[in-house]
């Protein structure tokens, strides 16, 4: 059966995609952390662990996610733009793109943010304008 994530890349559910290529799309997280809370994820495999995923598509997903993590630091007020693997809620491997002014901010345990369709498509613009 396929993942969520599956369903949003081939567009069978929607999505707040800021940035996208023939192997990655990024979308921001529908119960974020923080503003600008984005998720990587790989399209042409729906592989369940993150450290599963073969050497290739980690190191280019990687490059990936920084060319996003700098249109997110540039678009939302943040010090850094943290990264997390976790893993346990959906069967697709992925990373979590984090805005952060502090160390508590990245924790999961935190209540999420409840933003409306206004606020997530304002953000979404922004990142996807500051992609370089």
Same mark, same amino acid.
């Given at each position: 059966?396929?993942?969520?994530?599956?369903?949003?890349?081939?567009?069978?559910?929607?999505?707040?995609?800021?940035?996208?290529?023939?192997?990655?799309?990024?979308?921001?997280?529908?119960?974020?952390?923080?503003?600008? =809370?984005?998720?990587? &994820? /790989?399209?042409?495999?729906?592989? $369940?662990?993150? @450290?599963?995923?073969?050497?290739?598509? !980690? %190191?280019?997903?990687?490059?990936?996610?920084?060319?996003?993590?700098?249109?997110?630091?540039?678009?939302?007020?943040?010090?850094?733009?943290?990264?997390?693997?976790?893993?346990?809620?959906?069967?697709?491997? =992925?990373?979590?793109? &984090? /805005?952060?002014?502090?160390?508590? $901010?990245?924790? @999961?345990?935190?209540?999420?943010?409840? !933003? %409306?369709?206004?606020?997530?498509?304002?953000?979404?613009?922004?990142?996807?304008?500051?992609?370089?």
């Amino acid at each position: 059966m396929p993942s969520i994530f599956t369903k949003i890349v081939n567009r069978e559910i929607p999505s707040y995609t800021v940035a996208e290529d023939d192997n990655f799309i990024a979308f921001l997280d529908i119960n974020p952390l923080s503003v600008g =809370h984005t998720l990587i &994820v /790989p399209k042409k495999k729906e592989t $369940d662990y993150f @450290f599963d995923l073969d050497e290739d598509t !980690l %190191s280019s997903m990687m490059v990936f996610s920084k060319r996003v993590a700098a249109a997110i630091r540039k678009s939302v007020k943040c010090k850094r733009v943290g990264v997390a693997v976790i893993g346990f809620e959906i069967p697709h491997a =992925h990373l979590h793109l &984090v /805005p952060m002014n502090g160390m508590n $901010d990245i924790n @999961f345990a935190n209540p999420k943010l409840k !933003l %409306s369709k206004v606020e997530f498509e304002k953000v979404m613009k922004e990142i996807h304008i500051n992609l370089t």
